[in-house]
């Protein structure tokens, strides 16, 4: 058995778990900044990084409080090292490195988007790999073939906005608050997806990749117009966004055939047409579909202490001297 200590600072959320090899989340704790960022309407790096260092020493205290561990007993602490707001990132980082040489425990320095990609496991003891990983959340979206630890395919990604951030920026156009995703998702409820004619972009490309820019300046349009109800355009935009993620996955899927099981992960799949579609093309292809609970889909810390424990069981470590990270493609 290994424990492993996971920090997470990479945006809004500042979060700290303490997991062991054997899938037990023994302690943790996260705090959102929501409240922050929502005068914005988006994350504001320097305040999310000032927030993340006036909370972060106090919660690694209570986490380890609350379980009776000291840091010597840990085998390894694994912070997220990029990618993502890079204030954030140093500051988890940095003081992951310093508890590391206090205490003498080796340094994991964790990709954020390798703790999404590996954080299935930790719920499902019986997700093997391979598997493909739809990542779709505020800061990501992409689609990757997880073939093992370290071992990463990326088979799509955005050309422009995520995503969530479609989701965020298309609340903000309706007067919605932040973050978006679960107000459009409300809305959209009270309206027809059918009603408002708007594009997917990409979608039939035999390029692999998405785009959601071009979708979110429609439903700005259709906003301006007058024509269509709030309601309308929120389903209308819903139902546009999911069409696109399953074309570009039916896509992916042809270029990486034969995966056993569809994994979603990220905010967005919080999202219950977006979950029922993704379900759906699973069956459709014999795979398994495997929706992680939702504290494990968003940013947490949990996912990072994981990625570690899969690290430390394969004795991998890193120098104390890496670097953060803000752009770290896996
Ligand atoms: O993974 P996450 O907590 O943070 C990162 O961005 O890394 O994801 C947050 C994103 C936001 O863009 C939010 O609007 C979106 O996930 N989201 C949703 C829903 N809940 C959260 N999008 C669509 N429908 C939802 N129900
Ligand atoms: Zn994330």
Not at 21 to 47: C, F, L, M, N, W
Not at 150 to 162: K, N, Q, S, V
Not at 195 to 222: D, I, N, T, Y
Request: contains cysteine; aromatic residues 4%.
């Amino acid at each position: 058995m290994g424990l492993v200590l996971g920090i997470e600072s990479s945006c809004d959320e500042t979060a700290v778990a303490l997991v062991d090899t054997d899938r037990v989340i023994h302690a943790q704790r996260i705090a959102s900044q929501d409240d922050k960022h929502a005068p914005y309407g988006g994350v504001v790096p320097e305040i999310a990084a000032r927030a993340h260092a006036e909370r972060l020493a106090p919660m690694i205290e209570a986490v380890l409080a609350e379980n009776g561990t000291k840091l010597a007993d840990c085998d390894a602490i694994a912070a997220t090292a990029g990618p993502g707001l890079i204030g954030g990132v140093m500051v988890g980082l940095v003081s992951a490195k310093a508890l590391a040489m206090a205490s003498d425990v080796p340094l994991l320095a964790i990709n954020h988007l390798e703790g999404h990609a590996l954080s299935p496991r930790l719920a499902d003891p019986e997700l093997d790999f391979p598997y493909m990983l739809l990542l779709v959340s505020g800061g990501h979206c992409q689609i990757l073939s997880v073939e093992g630890v370290g071992e990463y395919r990326r088979l799509a990604t955005t050309i422009d906005d995520a995503l969530g951030e479609a989701f965020d920026k298309s609340a903000k156009i309706l007067g919605l608050g932040y973050p978006g995703g679960p107000a459009v998702e409300r809305l959209a409820k009270e309206g027809d997806p059918q009603a408002v004619p708007l594009p997917r972009p990409l979608m039939g490309s035999k390029e692999p990749h998405f785009s959601f820019a071009g979708l979110k300046s429609a439903v700005l349009r259709a906003h301006e117009s007058g024509e269509h109800n709030d309601a309308d355009i929120a389903a209308s935009f819903q139902q546009a966004a999911i069409d696109c993620l399953i074309d570009r996955l039916e896509h992916a899927m042809k270029r990486a055939p034969d995966k056993p099981a569809l994994v979603v992960a990220g905010g967005v799949a919080a999202n219950q047409q977006v979950r029922a579609a993704l379900e759906n093309l699973a069956g459709s292809r014999g795979m398994r579909f495997v929706a992680p609970p939702l504290a494990l889909c968003t940013d947490n810390a949990a996912m990072i202490a994981w990625a570690g424990c899969e690290r430390l069981a394969l004795g991998q470590f890193d120098p104390l001297d890496i670097a953060a990270r803000p752009r770290w493609p896996l």
